[in-house]
């Protein structure tokens, strides 16, 4: 908004140019994103407390939480996406199809994870809304988001590869002969991206600040991907896929940055409130749909590793118990295998810190190895 506002005032007006700048306007958009996440959470943490919005506990969860976060408010995720939501607003540039796209991927999915996190709270059952449900949504949201995004022709249908130089999948070139029909096989592969990280993330939030940490250190990473994939100098010196209008997408990543450091003022341990669905869902599909429209789906594995281990424990621990019957971890996630272990809660959570900046940094050294 600030960027139409005030560029076509340059010659007149003193300063106005700063705002043509992304690295200006990224800045800005961590500030504004910390200052009104940080600022509405006491307000919505009482208003919380008030309504009875509190953290449904597991039973079978470990008994620790049952003695230390019975009572905590939930949704603190609708502060992040205020945070965030406000923030691309006021500083992104709105005719950018690739911010929109992003903003309806956020709001959209959050708004599944309210559904489900009012429905755990209203009928005081952990259970919520029924996963098929949830799934079905995640799939009409991403596949309306990414078929806009393949009709449009705003979303080349190609898969380029980390780590190798000039290689890229082409979904229109699989089958000669039917590539328009193939090429509607890149959205389906997007949507599984986005269903993927969405719930990823979801499976992940379990500790006071655990997820939200490999959160920022993803969208940290991806808002250097997504400047260099927008920059037609960077992107041809690091022989990356150009995407034109992708740099855009470096403001509203580290807008997320800047939201996930005011939530984790008030969700360090011992948290006062938690993200809830509304916040695990949608964060996970921002990542999602910044690493599509960015071309970097692949390395998402591997920037967003602690996500992927989390799923896995769980699909692993599922497969195990109904073929074998037995259980391969204590418990699953298998942040819950560390608790039972006997790791302190500050512990886990401060390692899996450090393996997802670790993991972001393998990730940002790929740029180079091609």
Same mark, same amino acid.
């Not at 079905?136 to 309306?144: D, E, P, S």
């Not at 997007?190 to 250190?217: E, H, K, Q, R, Y």
């Not at 621990?317 to 608790?339: L, N």
């Given at each position: ?25 990224? +800045? ?83 708004? !599944? ?11 005081r059952s952990p259970d919520g809304l029924h996963g098929r449900y949830k799934l079905l949504l995640q799939l009409l949201i991403g596949g309306a988001v990414l078929g806009y995004g393949h009709y449009s022709g ?14 890229? !999948? ?7 002969? +039917? ?31 655990? +997820? ?31 995407? *034109? ?22 969700? +360090?341990?011992?948290?006062?409130i938690f993200m809830g669905d509304v916040g695990s869902l949608s964060l996970g599909g921002i990542l999602g749909i910044v690493a599509i429209l ?53 512990? !886990? ?6 393996? *997802? ?14």
């Amino acid at each position: 908004m600030l960027y139409h506002l005030l560029t076509p005032l340059a010659d007149t007006l003193p300063g106005a140019n700063v705002f043509k700048y992304i690295s200006f306007r990224t +800045a800005w958009g961590i500030i504004t994103a910390l200052v009104v996440t940080y600022a509405i959470f006491p307000w919505f943490i009482e208003r919380m407390k008030k309504m009875r919005m509190e953290q449904i506990i597991r039973e079978d969860g470990p008994d620790s939480h049952r003695l230390n976060k019975l009572g905590t408010p939930t949704m603190g995720g609708v502060c992040i996406l205020a945070g965030v939501t406000i923030s691309t607003l006021l500083w992104c540039r709105l005719d950018n199809p690739y911010v929109w796209m992003t903003l309806v991927v956020l709001v959209g999915y959050g708004g !599944i994870g309210f559904w489900d996190d009012w429905k755990k709270v209203i009928e005081r059952s952990p259970d919520g809304l029924h996963g098929r449900y949830k799934l079905l949504l995640q799939l009409l949201i991403g596949g309306a988001v990414l078929g806009y995004g393949h009709y449009s022709g705003i979303v080349e249908p190609v898969l380029p590869l980390p780590f190798f130089k000039h290689a890229v !999948i082409d979904f229109r070139e699989l089958w000669v002969g +039917a590539p328009d029909i193939l090429g509607w096989l890149y959205p389906a592969f997007g949507v599984f991206i986005l269903i993927g990280a969405s719930n990823g993330v979801n499976m992940t939030d379990g500790l006071d600040g655990l +997820a939200i940490g490999p959160v920022m250190t993803s969208a940290a990473t991806y808002a250097v991907l997504a400047y260099v994939s927008g920059n037609v100098k960077y992107a041809g010196y690091l022989d990356l896929h150009f995407v *034109s209008g992708a740099g855009e997408l470096s403001v509203v990543a580290l807008a997320l940055v800047g939201a996930g450091l005011g939530f984790l003022w008030y969700n +360090a341990y011992p948290a006062q409130i938690f993200m809830g669905d509304v916040g695990s869902l949608s964060l996970g599909g921002i990542l999602g749909i910044v690493a599509i429209l960015t071309k970097h789906e692949l390395l998402l594995a591997l920037v967003g590793g602690i996500f992927v281990l989390e799923s896995l424990s769980v699909i692993i621990q599922v497969v195990s118990f109904k073929t074998t019957g037995k259980r391969v971890f204590a418990m699953a996630p298998i942040h819950h295998h560390y608790e039972k272990k006997g790791w302190s809660e500050p512990k !886990i959570i401060v390692r899996f810190w450090i393996i *997802s900046i670790v993991l972001a940094l393998v990730a940002l050294s790929t740029l180079k190895l091609r």
